[in-house]
């Protein structure tokens, strides 16, 4: 049962959850090596890999500082293309415009393209709702709209899910024969979306990057369901964030070089689109209209922050790939729509630090995020940041930040730090006893010894060792 | 439509509020230079673009094909014979057209059919689409394809066997380079590039092609 985003989160309920669920860990596990592995060798093939990145945050940073302005040339661009945009501050709103546009062209069907924000303003639910035919096309999205459950990775929506689950859904769904070949069922997939994506009213996809120059929207897939959107529907409905902006076309040559590696390691995605206007005069296919709904929903709040640079963000999932506690817990343990160290940031960012104050945690801080950011997010600098805003603002538990009072007093000293450090010494080489090995911790420490055994310390310090060396 | 303007003018007054500003910039601002040394990864003139191509196909499971320019129109219509193909639809106005290939092909039992002489619902009762092709790039092996009145949008997309035709002036080293050139040309209503047959992974990262556009791509690099 998917729990509804707006319920009361407790993430260390759900992180456990999902930590002693075998199947799912292992599933998640192999995934993201593998796309990890993948974008390693990928960039390898790159002249020089960290400058473009380091390029590709400049533009992206740039794009930022200067959002208002390129937000209007974007507009003036896609109207000039013969489309409309459609700013909005909120997922309501979102919604409106969106559904009003159906309603005004009179549209019944609609195929649905990958896309995060949809996600956030949870719109697909209330297409249905409204009576709406609304189809995702992308597989796997497709697979969490029919099982009625969440994307749990950016990239690969349920890479929660294993064969034989998808086997009997489609079973049940296309009222066929059991089968869990990936092939077989993708087939069926095929023939039953080709049938909606000829017959659609109406198009949405997503959007990778926005050119400000020429209006353009540009969307990158592996299946080809973008492209049956802006093909064969007579309205095209994109939507996307207003942080997706970048200055130029050749922006999208740099960007477009480093999106896929660190993604899904392939050196391009299967198809990269490229539109921004209904069809011109003479072509007998693509869209008649075009609208550009593009959601605020607490990015200018972000923008106006010191977290601006989380808002580089393009997407590609390459920081849950790499980080070692989304590979253990999953992304539905995140509670949101975006998921591991980038999750852990924005969605308190977006949607509240008081309701999400614990998922900054989520992290070792170990900096693998960071290295993996194709627009060089230091993640691990704004998670602590905002550990550090969420503690002085009293919105953790006493008891954490009681913790936090007396770990800062302890290491704030040399002479305190070594008098606890020898008091801890003592008192863990006392609980080990003969064997070495301790196997129960008191209070919140127990929690380590749940699971696995602690060695004891050595007998004296590192400290001590460097100052007995033989000069 | 005045209240959507309102509705714009809203979010962007935020957007300038949170960027510390009290009204909206009037000089471009200059945005950071793109070096070619840096974001190249294939220099033009230092290597063949035609042998990179070729082998960046076959990386992207795509046929490649150099044929010379007398021959193409032959060599297309033994290709489709030989594929078996019942029903093509083709790219009308350009270099697929002046091959006049769809004439040998009826007398071959083929039905071919240019774009304008087809709706875009009837596209999808036909095995093959054979496309012109605007650009090429070398680095990637894609296909740039421009819609426009004459190379309709779902050619290389519905029919499971896309066929494209290239002149092997229109290669490109480098993505830099293709949206250099693009940035400067009229762009027309949409632009795809096509790196290979659609494929999914979504279930269990099992690589499976032919999902929601062709399942074989072909390409003819004309010289």
Request: glycine share 10%; charged share 25%; hydrophobic share 40%.
């Amino acid at each position: 049962v998917v729990k509804n985003m707006a319920d009361e989160f407790d993430f260390e309920q759900s992180s456990s959850a999902a930590a002693g669920d075998e199947r799912l860990k292992s599933a998640v596990s192999a995934a993201t090596m593998r796309q990890y592995s993948g974008r390693q060798a990928r960039l390898g093939e790159l002249r020089d890999a960290d400058a473009l990145r380091e390029l590709a945050g400049q533009i992206k940073q740039h794009a930022l500082d200067h959002l208002d302005f390129y937000l209007e040339r974007l507009i003036a661009a896609v109207e000039r293309n013969g489309g409309k945009v459609h700013l909005v501050s909120t997922a309501a709103e979102a919604r409106e415009v969106i559904l009003g546009i159906a309603e005004k062209a009179e549209c019944r069907s609609v195929i649905k393209s990958k896309s995060m924000v949809s996600e956030e303003i949870e719109l697909t639910g209330e297409m249905e709702r409204r009576g709406l035919d609304v189809v995702e096309t992308d597989l796997g999205e497709f697979i969490v709209q029919i099982s009625h459950d969440r994307p749990s990775h950016i990239v690969a929506p349920i890479v929660h899910r294993d064969r034989a689950f998808v086997g009997r859904l489609f079973s049940e769904y296309f009222k066929t024969a059991f089968s869990d070949d990936p092939e077989i069922l993708t087939r069926q997939a095929r023939g039953h979306l080709r049938d909606k994506f000829r017959r659609a009213d109406m198009g949405m996809t997503g959007a990778n990057f926005l050119v400000a120059e020429t209006g353009q929207v540009c969307a990158v897939e592996n299946e080809g369901n973008v492209r049956q959107s802006i093909t064969t529907p007579r309205v095209l409905v994109t939507l996307a964030g207003i942080e997706k902006i970048v200055p130029r076309p050749a922006d999208l040559g740099v960007m477009l070089k480093l999106l896929a590696r660190s993604s899904t390691g392939q050196h391009l995605t299967v198809y990269t689109s490229l539109f921004g206007g209904p069809r011109k005069k003479g072509e007998k296919d693509g869209p008649e209209e075009f609208h550009l709904v593009l959601l605020d929903g607490g990015r200018s709040d972000i923008l106006g922050s010191k977290y601006r640079e989380t808002l580089r963000c393009i997407r590609c999932g390459a920081c849950l790939n790499a980080c070692p506690v989304y590979r253990k817990i999953g992304g539905h343990a995140y509670g949101h729509v975006y998921s591991g160290p980038i999750g852990a940031l924005i969605t308190p960012l977006m949607h509240g630090v008081e309701q999400y104050r614990e998922l900054p945690q989520a992290s070792s801080l170990c900096g693998a995020c960071f290295e993996a950011c194709p627009v060089k997010i230091d993640i691990p600098r704004h998670l602590v940041n905002l550990r550090e805003e969420i503690n002085s603002r009293r919105i953790n538990g006493r008891v954490e930040r009681m913790v936090y009072r007396v770990w800062a007093w302890g290491m704030g000293s040399p002479v305190l730090y070594r008098v606890m450090g020898a008091v801890q010494r003592f008192d863990l080489r006392r609980r080990g006893g003969k064997s070495g090995w301790i196997s129960r911790l008191p209070f919140v420490a127990g929690g380590w010894t749940q699971v696995r055994d602690l060695p004891t310390p050595a007998p004296r310090s590192f400290h001590q060792l460097w100052k007995s060396k033989p000069k | 439509m005045e209240e959507q303007a309102k509705m714009n003018e809203r979010v962007l007054e935020k957007v300038r509020r949170a960027l510390g500003r009290g009204a909206a910039i009037v000089d471009a601002p200059v945005a950071p230079e793109i070096h070619g040394a840096i974001a190249a990864r294939v220099v033009e003139g230092s290597e063949n673009l035609a042998e990179i191509f070729a082998r960046m196909c076959g990386e992207n499971h795509v046929g490649v094909e150099f044929v010379a320019a007398g021959e193409m129109s032959v060599r297309l219509v033994e290709f489709l014979l030989h594929e078996k193909v019942k029903r093509v639809a083709m790219s009308a106005g350009g270099l697929v057209s002046r091959l006049g290939a769809a004439e040998a092909l009826r007398r071959g039992g083929v039905e071919a059919r240019m774009w304008g002489e087809i709706t875009l619902d009837e596209v999808y009762d036909f095995d093959c689409g054979v496309t012109d092709v605007d650009y090429a790039v070398a680095e990637t092996g894609s296909l740039v394809v421009r819609a426009s009145e004459g190379n309709g949008r779902a050619l290389s997309l519905v029919p499971g066997l896309h066929v494209a035709v290239v002149e092997e002036s229109r290669l490109l080293a480098d993505l830099v380079d293709l949206f250099d050139v693009l940035g400067r040309e009229e762009t027309g209503s949409a632009v795809s590039l096509i790196t290979g047959p659609s494929k999914t992974s979504d279930i269990e990262m099992t690589l499976v092609r032919g999902v929601h556009g062709p399942m074989r791509v072909q390409v003819f690099v004309v010289g």
